[in-house]
């Protein structure tokens, strides 16, 4: 399964960064645990995953990312 | 953003049979907490409101609580501190946040000749129940007044109690003891610590954390690693330093306990000598200057209370006495690193 930044998260045009990886690949994750915080223009968003599984990171932090990006896998 | 974590409305969070948090968040949700139970409660400092704290200490509560409990206030520490202390002393219990320790130049006076000493001036009658949080460290080349972590400063001036957090965990038990404390409480937190991203993210300081509402003790530190050969005392960011150290200690046949001292004032003597005692080896790793420090008090503590334990003479890696320099080739030179640490443990055991 996918974790992907939801659309309309925020206005589609502004990038945002991930600032905060709360989890590790490799780490069990439980379905509506936030696994990292964004920041777009000074204002956090969680990330919450919609499943369960095993974490595996795609997008690292710092890295800039957008509504409807996938940024890791739920194994 | 949600820090409401622990009501109905808020289900995807409170779902989650585990739940990890950074230090800035479990810091406002302690808050949170014990605003809801205490309505003399109120916040105030420089963008605490709308924009939730420039290190995201109080993300929400604005929304929550509103502009009557939730303040910003004007660029001026003398002011808004002066305040928060004369608030303290008729009956609310202000929490306000310094940005930077840094700034405390302008406000001290506020800080340690009236909220430190007034419970005393007024024979008990008057306490000062205020916390002050404020951000500390450098490590990400910001300059001399925007990088110090000045524990010592604080902790040399009696009347106030000292605490700074090196997980989230502590975070939010130290922040609600230091709410329901009748004393005042400098509640420092490392900028690498936030989970900020871009001041660097310690994956060790973000950890699992209770939804529901508890204290950890103000003056007790914690053993977080035990071992035989070697004490290694760290506190806040050096917690980690310290941590990494050990298990590079480890590799090389040494044994390093690690003491998170999580409060600095009233120091935890007690464990602090129980384990100078087992190891007989002492190194505090401290990101304060050098001199006149936390490092030299617990060095100090070594020789008074465990003199005839000791197998060699204890040693600090800390900041020399010199200004944070802003150049990151210089910053990194003279902060505390667990290269260092490893490089004096091994120095001390093969004396």
Known sequence: MDVKIPEGLWADDNEGIISTWLYADGDQIAEGAVVAELMVEKVTHDLVAEGSGILKICVSEESPVKPGMIVAKLK | MTIDTDTSENSLVSAAPTRRLTIAKAMTEAIAQEMRADSSIIVLGEDVGKLGGVFATTQGLFAEFGPDRVCDTPISESAFIGAAVGMATSGMRPIVEMMFVDFFGVCMNSIYNVAAKNCYFSGGSQPVPMVLMTSVGGGYSDGGEHSQVLYGTFAHLPGMKVVIPSNAYDAKGLMSAAIN???????????????????????????????????????????????????????????????????????????????????????????????????????????????FGVASEIMALASELAFKHLRSAPARVAHPDVPIPFSPVLERHLLPSSAKIVAAAEKMIRN
């Open chain 2, 181 to 291: 404390d009748a004393n005042p409480v400098i509640f420092m937190f490392h900028k690498a610590l936030q989970g900020m991203g871009w001041l660097g993210t310690v994956r060790g300081s973000i950890t699992d954390v209770p939804i529901e509402r508890y204290e950890v003790p103000i003056g007790q530190a914690a053993m977080i690693r035990e071992g035989a050969d070697i004490t290694l005392v760290g506190l806040g960011i050096t917690v980690h330093h310290a941590l990494e150290a050990a298990s590079e200690l480890q590799e090389k046949g040494i044994s390093a306990e690690v003491i998170d001292l999580r409060t600095v004032v009233p120091l935890d003597r007690d464990r602090l000598v129980q384990s100078i005692r087992k190891t007989g080896r002492l190194i505090v790793v401290d990101d304060d200057y050098q001199s």
